[in-house]
Antibody
Framework: EEHLVESGGGLVQPGGSLRLSCAASGFTFDTSPMNWFRQAPGKGLEWVSYISSRSNTIYYTDSVKGRFTISRDNAKNSLYLQMNSLSAEDTALYYC??????????????????WGQGTLVTVSS | AIQMTQSPSSLSASVGDRVTITCRASEGIRDDLGWFQQKPGKPPKLLIYAASTLQSGVPSRFSGSGSGTAFTLTITSLQPEDFATYYCLQDYNFPRTFGQGTKVEI
């Protein structure tokens, strides 16, 4: 059975740092692109970052560029998000999600089929 | 960034009703759109991908349609477990962007 388990969240002061981890099991992690999403309390979903299976392609949402760093260790089946210079706007439940990529006869199809339960990051003094 | 405009933001419905939620993209995204269901305290659950493909294990009362800029999620015969918030997500390009969500209430 496929599992994603996030950890590393907690309470941090503005300007502080946290490193989130996402442990994967039950699927072929080293061929799967991965993403981080987040959801502020009572708000909608927001995509945060993407990393390709071999870490050679990375994207961030504009609001975290220069502050967050996504990485992965395929040998450990783990995904990470290093978060620096945190502000109250970063307070959210952070989810990791697997991105499945399928080749069809006419196109490439992407979808997000496995999600973790999330880890809560609270930025407050 | 592509903007996804989802409507309505909320709706009231009864068990057995047919429910339709729409998402409109600010530019063409082919069929690179997914629909998710989220219940309180739970992660999003994938319902539909590639605009109209039902994810494995999802009941057939859920269906998706559309291409380009206009998309629809339809729930035929709403069940008690379907009361939740629904989101669309475009995966055509980066940054990936969600609709604002539709809360389906009794």
């Amino acid at each position: 059975e496929e599992h994603l388990v996030e950890s590393g969240g907690g309470l941090v002061q503005p300007g502080g740092s946290l490193r989130l981890s996402c442990a994967a099991s039950g699927f072929t992690f080293d061929t799967s692109p991965m993403n981080w999403f987040r959801q502020a309390p009572g708000k909608g979903l927001e995509w945060v970052s993407y990393i390709s299976s071999r870490s050679n392609t990375i994207y961030y949402t504009d609001s975290v560029k220069g502050r967050f760093t996504i990485s992965r260790d395929n040998a450990k089946n783990s995904l990470y998000l290093q978060m620096n210079s945190l502000s109250a706007e970063d307070t959210a439940l952070y989810y990791c999600a697997r991105e499945k990529v399928e080749m069809t006869a006419v196109s490439i199809v992407n979808y997000f089929d496995y999600w973790g339960q999330g880890t809560l990051v609270t930025v407050s003094s | 960034a592509i903007q996804m405009t989802q409507s309505p933001s909320s709706l009231s419905a009864s068990v057995g009703d047919r429910v339709t939620i729409t998402c409109r993209a600010s530019e063409g995204i082919r069929d690179d759109l997914g629909w998710f269901q989220q219940k309180p305290g739970k992660p999003p659950k994938l319902l539909i991908y590639a605009a109209s493909t039902l994810q494995s294990g999802v009941p057939s009362r859920f269906s998706g349609s559309g291409s380009g800029t206009a998309f629809t999620l339809t729930i035929t015969s709403l069940q008690p477990e379907d009361f939740a918030t629904y989101y669309c997500l475009q995966d055509y390009n980066f940054p990936r962007t969600f609709g604002q969500g539709t809360k389906v209430e009794i």
